[in-house]
C-alpha cells in the first residue's frame, strides 16, 4: 500500500508536467506572418481594416463637414465688405459712377446704411483703403493661426482636438464680430476670425486621408472641398435675406460651427489612428482600427500589434526644416501655393469688378467648384497629381489673360456674359488646383510632420490671399491690369511643381526618416531598372 501510495503522489506531482509541455502551440505560420508584416497602421488598414469602407465614409463625411463653416467665414466679406449700389435721393434708379464729388446729403444706400461696413462707417473715396483692411487681416490671422494650429495637431492636441477647438473659436469670433463698434475693432475680429478658423482645413484634410488606403487618398481629400463649395453656396442663401443687415449675416454663420463641434464631432468623429501610434498611443490606435473594420464588416486578429517604426521623442522633435531634402521639398510648396492662393481668392472676392450683380456672380463662381471637385477627382485616379495641377494651374492663369480683352482700359469693366464665363473657367481651374495641392502635400511628407506641412502650405496660400483684396482695389481702377497679375501668379505656380516629385500611390511614411530611406532605395532601385532597360 505504501508503494501504491507513493505512485499515487508521483504521478499526481508528475502530470502537470505533460500540461505544461501541451500547452496550446504557438500560432499558425501564416498568422505570425501577419502578426510580422502587419505591424504599422498603414498595413493593418490595407490588410484587415479595408483601403475604403463604410466607416471611413462615414468618417470622412463627419470630418468634412467642418469645411463648410470655413467657407463661410472665409468668403462672408464678399457680402458683409462689398460696396453697396447708390442713388440720388428721390429717385428710383440706380446711379453709376462716383459719389466722391456729391454733397453726402444728396445721394443714399440703396437698401440703408446697416447693408454693409463700407455703407456704414463710410469706407469710400478717401477712405475706401480701409474697406480692404478687413480681408486682408482675416487672411494674416489665418496665417499665423496656420503655424500654431499646425504644431498643436501634430504635438499635443491630435487632428480631432484641433478641430473642435477651432470650431468654438471660430463660432464665438464670428458672432463678437457682429457687435463691431467701427472698423477697427470689426478688423481686428476678422484677424482673431481667420486665426481661429485656420484649425478647420488643415487637419479636416488630414484626418481625412488617415484613416484610409493609399489609392483613396485623392479622392478622399476631394470630399472636404465639395463641403467647402456647400458652404460657398449657403452664404448668397444666408445673405440676400440679411440683406439689410450685415451684423445679421455673422450672427447666422456664428451658430453652426458650435452646434457642429457639441453635436457631431465630439462624440461621432475618431482621432487618426496614425497620430496616435507616431505618438506611443499604440491601444488607442488599434481601439480607433478595431472601430473602424467592425463597421466595415471585418475583423482584426486579437493578437496583432502595432509597432511604431521609430521612437516617440525622435519621431517628434526631429524638424521639417532641419532636414535637407524637407525643408527645399517645402520651400517649392509654399511658393507655388502662395500663386495659388492668391489667384483662388482673388477671383472671388474680384466678383465686384465684372459689374454683374453679386448673388449671381457668388453663386456661378460657388457652382463651377462642383465641376472642380468631380474633374478633380476624376483626374487624380488617372494622372499624376503634379500634372494635374500644373495644368490646372496653367488653365486658369490662360482664362485670366482673355479676360483682358473684354475689360475697359479703365474705371469698372462693362461686364459682359462673355467674361463672367472666362472668368468662371479660370476660377474652377484655380478651384481644381487649389484642391489638388492639399492632396499633394498631405502626400509629400511623413505623419510626425504632416500636420505642420499642410499648416505651411496654408501660411503661402492665406500670404497669397491676403495680398489679394489689395489687387481687387486696383481692379477698380485698372481691371486689365488685375487680370494680368493673376494670370502671371497663376503660371508662376505652375512652373515650380516641376521640381517636385510625384506621389500618385506611393505609401504615406510615418517618419523623415523612414521617408527619406525608403525614398532613396526606390529611386536606387528605378535607376537599376533604366539600366537594365538599356
Known sequence: ?????????????????????????????????ANTESSTVDEVIEEHVGSFGCAQLLQVFLVSLAWIFDSQNTLVTVFSDAQPPWRLKGSKEVAT???????????????????????????ICDRKFLASLPASM???GSLFGSALNGRLADTHLGRKKTVLLSCILTSVTAFLTSLSPNVWVYT???????????????????????????????????????????????????????????RNIYRVISSFPLAYALFVLLPFVSESPRWLSIRGRNEEAMQ?????????????????????????????????????????RMTLVMLTGFGVGFVYYGVQLNVENLNFNVYLTVAVNALMEIPAVVFGSALLG??????????????????????????????????????????AFGFMAASMAYDVQYIYCVELFPTNVRNFAVSMLRQALMLGAAIAPL????????????????????????????????????????????????????????????????
Not at 463597421?295 to 524638424?319: C, E, F, M, W, Y
Request: include cysteine; glycine fraction near 8%.
Open 97 to 123: 459712377g462716383s459719389m466722391c464729388g456729391l454733397e453726402r446729403s444728396a445721394w443714399e444706400w440703396v437698401g440703408g446704411n446697416s447693408s454693409s461696413i463700407i455703407a456704414e462707417w463710410g469706407l
Open 138 to 140: 482675416f487672411f494674416l
Open 471 to 534: 489687387l481687387v482695389a486696383l481692379g477698380r481702377l485698372s481691371p486689365r491690369l488685375s487680370f494680368v497679375i493673376f494670370g502671371g501668379f497663376s503660371i508662376f505656380s505652375a512652373a515650380f511643381t516641376f521640381w517636385l516629385p510625384e506621389t500618385r500611390n506611393t505609401p504615406l511614411y510615418e517618419t523623415l526618416e523612414q521617408q527619406e530611406r525608403e525614398e532613396k532605395r526606390s529611386s536606387t532601385s528605378d535607376a537599376q531598372v533604366e539600366l537594365v532597360k538599356q
Open 1 to 33: 500500500m505504501d508503494e501504491l501510495h507513493e505512485l499515487v503522489i508521483h504521478a499526481n506531482t508528475e502530470a502537470p508536467q505533460p500540461k505544461e509541455e501541451q500547452e496550446p502551440p504557438p500560432p499558425p505560420r501564416e498568422v505570425a506572418e
Open 288 to 328: 480607433v482600427l478595431n472601430k473602424l473594420a467592425r463597421l466595415n464588416g471585418k475583423r482584426i486578429p486579437v493578437d496583432l500589434r502595432i509597432t511604431a517604426p521609430t521612437t516617440q521623442s525622435d519621431a517628434t522633435h526631429k524638424g521639417l526644416w532641419t532636414t535637407g531634402w524637407a525643408a527645399k
Open 188 to 246: 481686428f475680429l476678422r484677424f482673431s476670425n481667420g486665426f481661429a478658423r485656420s484649425g478647420i482645413g488643415i487637419c479636416c484634410i488630414v484626418l481625412s486621408t488617415e484613416s484610409v488606403g493609399r489609392k483613396w487618398r485623392g479622392q478622399v481629400g476631394q470630399y472636404g472641398f465639395f463641403l467647402f463649395t456647400v458652404g460657398f453656396l449657403s452664404l448668397p442663401v444666408i445673405a440676400y435675406p440679411t440683406r439689410t443687415s450685415w
Open 382 to 423: 488617372l494622372m499624376t497629381r503634379r500634372a494635374v495641377f500644373s495644368v490646372s494651374a496653367l488653365l486658369a492663369g490662360a482664362s485670366c489673360f482673355f479676360c483682358i480683352f473684354f475689360s475697359s482700359k479703365g474705371g469698372k469693366s462693362k461686364g459682359s456674359w462673355p467674361q463672367l464665363s472666362l472668368e
